[in-house]
């Protein structure tokens, strides 16, 4: 039924005043804002975060502002179909790039969103989340989840710049989000679960009917990552992508966000199927550009772009080496509320 559907200016002054002084509205005039013919009409407009232009900024934050006035020294990348400013990049993520300096540390807190790392620039970083230190190499993904504590440190000697991407706007549009704090965490003395128990992948430790922790693993290693994806790019033709897995469990890492890695082989575009999910990308390696809903978005390694819910996205490679992209979606979040949806383009 494509019938235009009555106005507000079309109601009597006099109606329109009493509905307000009562507190309510008509649907109607509203009706197709919040439910669109066919498809969302989503907000969230394609961003592209250039990394030379974010690292002076983020190192001028470390002149200007010491770790204890910030707590986390961070600067938001906002969905510019929403401003700067926005704490948002899609409607579910959340994404900052965070600026710790030698020595500095970022003290313990908990809250209920849940927040992953994917480290960008220096040696020496680490996260301690519910006791086990985490070290943070660059490409490496790196998760606090919601409800664990986590702080930070680095025992390096130049910046540890990682991006931040949270399923924040999720929760503050709950209102549920808030944090606890709490001093250092004492920390366990032996590797991170990815050096120990999932070491090698097909292998995860017998319990004998003991249950694995919720969150078994919370560093992924670009060494590994990055080394699968060229072995799969070798031996198959056709879109090269890993999804990151709960190692106990095959699910996704988190609850909201889903991630995955993926290699541009050179020369190659492509042309994923248009889906309900919006996602980030952040570059790894590598360079080339993407068309996302008619935006061309030319980008090199460390920087990041974002994708609104069905994008017509193509990914293009025409330098001669690969390229790899971590990709952060709200897939796992639709799943569960039963949405997903892919669409042929
Ligand atoms: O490192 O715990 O970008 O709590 C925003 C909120 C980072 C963090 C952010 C946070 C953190």
Known sequence: MAEQLGTLEELPQDYREAMDQAGVAPLWPMMRKVLPHGRPMPQTKASHFQYTQLRPLLLRAGELTPVEKAERRVLVMSDQ??????????STLYIGMQLLLPGEVAPAHKHTPSAARIIVEGEGGYTVVDGEKLPMKRGDVVLTPGGEWHDHGHEGTQPVVWLDVLDLPLFVYLEGSYAEEAPLQAQRNRPDASMVEYLASGLKPSRRGASARKYPMMRFPWERTEAALREMA???????ELDYVNPETGQDILPVMGFTAMMVRPGETLRPPLSSESAVFHVIGGSGHSMVEGVRIDWTERDTFTAPVFAQIDHTNTTDAPAFLIRVSDRPLQEKLGYYEERAR
């Open 234 to 240: 070798k031996w198959g033709e056709g879109a090269v």
């Open 81 to 90: 179909g929403r401003g700067t400013g926005a704490m948002q990049a899609t």
